[in-house]
């Protein structure tokens, strides 16, 4: 079946320490998105990609990195500058049609957390 | 920039009560707008679309109507139940990203 695969579905991280979340996708989109939530929040925009080799910041992307070397993959990497990286980690992409992108479907999400 | 305001919540409703979510959008241009559900520990799901004015999205009993005039997409449901209990979300397409309103909490108790 076709979708989006968030590995893993949770992560531990010490200060200090990098880690990086896994996003891969086989519905031959060319957007691919990382978007942060927090306890009763919306969705906060870290970083996007609309093809390969390109990448975007979005609206909170201090202390976090990503690499879109293949049009299926899309890892986010939170370094240890993230001061608060605890959240859970939600990757999305979507097909660009004309001027604006259309519906975008979801990993099932990393719960990142700092110990 | 563009942006989605929900009502906050949580939306309280006894089972086959009336849903009502409300939601506005700024944004330019035409976007599509959209509702998502978020169960607990999972991620967004497509609940239902509308791409131009007047269209109406509906699916699994939940309807939202495009209403350029008035900006807004409110999701409506006339019996809900126990199972549509979930984080609810508006969202519009822009030149960049989705954008999404902060979410509305729904408990339906039975």
């Known amino acids: 079946d076709g979708g989006i695969t968030q590995s893993p579905k949770y992560l531990f991280r010490k200060e200090g320490q990098n880690v990086t979340l896994s996003c891969e996708q086989n519905?031959?989109?060319?957007?691919m998105y990382w978007y942060r939530q927090d306890p009763g929040q919306g969705l906060r925009l870290i970083y996007y990609?609309?093809?390969?080799?390109?990448?975007q910041k979005g609206d909170i992307a201090e202390g976090y990195s990503v690499s879109r070397e293949k049009k299926e993959s899309f890892p986010l990497t939170v370094t240890s500058a993230q001061k608060n990286p605890t959240a859970f980690y939600l990757c999305?992409?979507?097909?660009?049609?004309?001027?604006?992108?259309?519906?975008?479907?979801f990993g099932q999400g990393t719960r990142l957390t700092v110990v | 920039g563009d942006s989605v305001t929900q009502m906050e919540g949580p939306v309280t409703l006894s089972e086959e009560a009336f849903l009502t979510i409300n939601c506005t959008y700024t944004?330019?241009?035409?976007?599509?707008l959209f509702w998502y559900v978020q169960y607990p520990g999972e991620g967004l799901q497509l609940l239902l679309k509308?791409?131009?004015?007047?269209d109406k999205g509906s699916n699994k009993g939940f309807e939202a109507t495009y209403r350029k005039e008035t900006t807004s997409f409110h999701l409506e449901k006339g019996s809900v139940q126990v199972s549509d209990s979930a984080v609810y979300f508006c969202?519009?397409?822009?030149?960049?990203?989705?954008?999404f309103g902060s979410g509305t909490r729904l408990q339906v108790q039975p």
């Open positions: 944004a330019t241009g035409y976007p599509s």
């Open positions: 509308a791409t131009k004015a007047d």
């Open positions: 990609s609309q093809i390969v080799n390109d990448f």
């Open positions: 999305a992409s979507s097909s660009i049609g004309g001027r604006e992108n259309t519906e975008a479907f």
């Open positions: 969202a519009l397409t822009g030149r960049r990203a989705l954008t």
């Open positions: 519905l031959n989109h060319d957007a």
